[in-house]
Nanobody, 128 residues
Framework: EVQLVQSGGGLVQAGGSLRLSCEAS????????ITWFRQAPGKEREGVSA????????YTPDSVKGRFTISSDYAKNTVYLQMNELKPEDTAVYYC?????????????????????WGQGTQVTVSS
């Protein structure tokens, strides 16, 4: 059974940092892509960073590039999202998601329908 267990998040002042963790189990870690998404109230779910665990390729969109960094620890089957210089507009529920995309043209895709395994979500609130 595929499981993604998230930790981290919370309340931080603007300009601060947070690190989210996503521990995966139940599937071959290096055959999957894990992506971080976020969803603010009234907005669509948005991908903020992806990592193809088979080859380590990452993708971060311009909206958060330079502030958000995705990384992985293969020994711990865990993917991290380091978020720096946080802004109030980063406030959202953050989710990690996994899909077997390694080797495909979509191996770092941020399109939510491709992902069939999701973490429980964690709230990130950035105060101004």
């Amino acid at each position: 059974e595929v499981q993604l267990v998230q930790s981290g998040g919370g309340l931080v002042q603007a300009g601060g940092s947070l690190r989210l963790s996503c521990e995966a189990s139940g599937f071959p870690f290096d055959a999957y892509t894990i992506t971080w998404f976020r969803q603010a109230p009234g907005k669509e779910r948005e991908g903020v960073s992806a990592i193809s665990l088979g080859d380590g390729v990452t993708y971060t969109p311009d909206s958060v590039k330079g502030r958000f960094t995705i990384s992985s620890d293969y020994a711990k089957n865990t993917v991290y999202l380091q978020m720096n210089e946080l802004k109030p507009e980063d406030t959202a529920v953050y989710y990690c998601a996994a899909a077997k995309l390694v080797g495909s043209a979509w191996h770092t895709s941020l399109w939510p329908p491709l992902y069939d395994n999701w973490g429980q979500g964690t709230q990130v609130t950035v105060s101004s």
